[in-house]
């Protein structure tokens, strides 16, 4: 690691007035990613923000019938959550699948979210459940509009998610192949009948989250996985790795989409 | 940047860097070894200790984000010269060769029996995702934490 300043602010109002003043600084939530990425010196901050000590941005609580989830609320905690689990146990579910039990218990969604590594579960939740993204400029991000590209999102660089609001659904599920060895996404899908429509959100077969709107059109006509069985997937925007090549990808999206619809019911 | 936390029920504080990892914090200010580093990539678990009560991989923690934290480390089991019932299931079922992986075995195990005191099988397995081991194949381990647990929940009711 390269030596950088450390500030641990306690509101999210000095946070944003460290981060406004120190363009070269970055924040920490549970640091799962941004912690191995400081060890191999792929990044060399000025200054480190660890939010790790502000209470208003964590915890769990219900709002206009669905779950407002604090930003540097751990995976843990959503997996265990009652509310979640009552209110959206499709989230809850995908929560409990990420990573191992250390990385749930230090591992944020905010941190998640504002990564937006291709490969992580969280995106296919916050744009399969069309959530709303809360931040310090008091921006309601809808989920179709933040996750821009490939570690890319819609925060301005001096912009924190304060909270994720997860309207609840009608029937939802998450079903993923994982990579055995990190259990990343090696394609993840997450399908959810919600009040303005369906929506299917692939994550890790390509460098950014998306919706599958064929699959979304089929789902819409008839929500049963048999009603997928004759759309085509077009491999030649998703990746091919030493993991997967992209027609094995595309496979997977259908058998992904037909899991999570069964579980769905 | 001066820390403060307890560490295995004793307050300590040191200076560090914002950068020292909390692994070396505990290996190298403490001189408390017992918490390996393996793979030092957030994989093998070799290094898990509790923080505030929740299991967590010491490097992939900065020492300054623990700082006023309770702290407990694989030295920290044993109470009054007694071997944690872990540790002494750990013995018994041959749940190590080399010994490497075993503090972070052990303190993920912790981790998982005060959640879930009668886990099954599948639930152990699941449980040691971050935990790797390359000797034993993990038969042995997997079994020693099931005994832990069938002893501990004999140790609580024995209690009542």
């Known amino acids: 690691m390269y030596a950088f300043d450390y500030h641990r602010p306690a509101s999210l109002a000095e946070a944003a007035q460290l981060l406004a003043g120190n363009p070269d600084a970055k924040l920490l939530a549970g640091g799962q990613t941004y912690i191995p990425t400081l060890k191999q010196r792929l990044a060399k901050p000025a200054a480190v923000i660890d939010l790790g000590r502000i209470a208003e941005l964590r915890g769990i609580r219900e709002e206009a019938g669905g779950v407002t989830i604090g930003a540097t609320t751990p995976h843990a905690e959503v997996a265990n959550s009652p509310i979640v689990k009552r209110v959206i146990p499709a989230l809850a579910a995908l929560a409990e699948g990420i990573g191992d039990p250390q990385v749930r218990n230090r591992g944020t969604i905010g941190g998640s979210i504002a990564n937006n590594d291709p490969a992580a579960d969280y995106p296919a939740a916050v744009v399969g459940l069309g959530a709303t993204v809360r931040t310090s400029k008091g921006r309601a991000i809808a989920a179709d509009d933040f996750f821009t590209g490939m570690f890319e999102t819609a925060l301005a660089p001096d912009e924190i998610v304060t909270a994720v609001h997860f309207p609840k659904p009608e029937k939802a599920a998450y079903a993923k192949f994982p990579n055995p060895a990190s259990r990343y996404a090696i394609v993840g899908v997450f399908v959810a009948k919600t009040a303005g429509g369906v929506r299917v959100a692939v994550t890790g077969a390509s460098p950014c989250v998306f919706r599958a709107t064929a699959l979304e059109q089929a789902l819409a006509a008839s929500w049963s996985a048999a009603a997928i069985d004759g759309v085509t997937i077009d491999p030649s925007n998703l990746n091919s790795d030493i993991h997967a090549q992209a027609d094995y990808r595309a496979h997977l999206i259908k058998v992904m989409a037909k899991r999570a619809i069964e579980a769905a019911g | ?160």
């Not at chain 2, 793979?39 to 300054?64: P, R």
């Not at chain 2, 599948?122 to 002893?151: M, P």
Request: hydrophobic share 40%.
């Open chain 2, 1 to 160: 940047m001066r820390v403060s936390m307890t560490v295995n029920g004793k307050a300590v504080s040191g200076e560090v860097e914002p950068r020292t990892l909390l692994v070396e914090f505990l290996r190298q200010h403490l001189g408390l070894t017992g918490t390996h580093v393996g793979c030092d990539t957030s994989q093998c678990g070799c290094c898990v200790v509790h923080v505030d009560g929740a299991s967590a991989k010491a490097c992939t923690l900065l020492a300054v984000q623990v700082d006023g934290s309770t702290v407990t480390t694989i030295e920290g089991l044993a109470q009054g010269g007694k071997l944690h019932p872990l540790q002494q299931a750990f013995h018994e079922h041959h749940g190590l060769q080399c010994g490497f992986c075993t503090p972070g075995m052990i303190m993920s195990a912790a981790d998982l029996l005060q959640r879930n005191p009668d886990p099954t099988e599948h639930e152990v397995r699941e449980w040691l995702e971050g935990n790797l081991c390359r000797c034993t194949g993990y038969h042995n381990i997997v079994k020693a934490i099931l005994a832990a647990a069938q002893s501990m929940r004999g140790m609580a009711k024995a209690a009542e």
